[in-house]
């Protein structure tokens, strides 16, 4: 069984960027949730895709927006990028949407914007 | 705020001793979950405890819940160096999808 794969694992942008990062949820799952995570903060919840569409969103405006494709992999874009989009973006994977299981986290994306 | 605090913020302890983290929340909940971060990796999932329930143990993991208090506690007994990392409490909030964090208790065990 895999688990929850995120690419890039660091990367570095300068403001006013765009940026992908993209996620591979683990066998099984349809569900896909990505978090903002600042250093020393609890993970903040950006928004939830099943089965291709967003079915739920955070406090994050609309410069933030994701894809889920029909593998249930997932993208998370941030256009325009600011100084406090630098975080640990993290994808988590469960396997039934609305179930209020636990989640299946992948090791993060961690983007430094300058 | 939906977001759940946890206290302390951040405990050290001896190899050995009990350490205990809390953490409170406002909203009704399903269950309530508890998770841990090596430091700046990925959270893994280490117990969850429905909202009917009180007390749950796991190996070294004791956790209780008070649905009256809004209340929730992890009990890690006979820590180990290996244990050192943060923690962190997660519910999904009412009739949400999304599962809420608390702030993180940033245990460090002393070898």
């Known amino acids: 069984e895999t688990g929850v794969t995120q690419s890039p694992t660091h990367l570095i942008k300068t403001r006013g960027q765009q940026v992908t990062l993209r996620c591979s949820s683990q066998?099984?799952?349809?569900?896909v949730s990505w978090y903002q995570q600042a250093l020393g903060q609890g993970p903040q919840f950006i928004f939830q895709?099943?089965?291709?569409?967003?079915?739920g969103r955070g406090n994050f405006p609309p410069r933030f927006s994701g894809l889920q494709f029909p593998n249930y992999s997932s993208e998370l874009n941030v256009n325009a990028l600011e100084l406090d989009d630098s975080a640990l973006y993290l994808c988590?994977?469960?396997?039934?949407?609305?179930?209020?299981?636990?989640?299946?986290f992948g090791e993060g994306s961690r983007l430094t914007v300058l | 705020s939906q977001q759940g605090e946890e206290d302390p913020q951040a405990l050290s302890i001896q190899e050995g001793e009990n350490a205990t983290m809390n953490c409170s929340y406002k909203t009704s909940i399903n269950n309530l979950q508890w998770y841990r971060q090596n430091s700046g990796r990925g959270l893994v999932h280490l117990i969850l405890?429905?909202?009917?329930?009180r007390e749950k143990h796991s190996g070294r993991l004791r956790v209780t819940l008070d649905t009256s208090k809004k209340s929730s506690s992890l009990l890690i007994t006979a820590s180990r160096a290996a244990d050192t990392a943060s923690y962190f409490c997660?519910?999904?909030?009412?009739?949400?999808?999304?599962?809420?964090f608390g702030t993180g208790t940033l245990l460090a065990v002393q070898p």
């Open positions: 988590a994977s469960s396997p039934e949407q609305g179930a209020a299981g636990e989640l299946f």
């Open positions: 405890i429905r909202s009917n329930e």
């Open positions: 066998s099984g799952h349809n569900t």
């Open positions: 997660a519910f999904y909030g009412g009739a949400t999808n999304k599962l809420i």
């Open positions: 895709y099943y089965r291709e569409e967003e079915n």
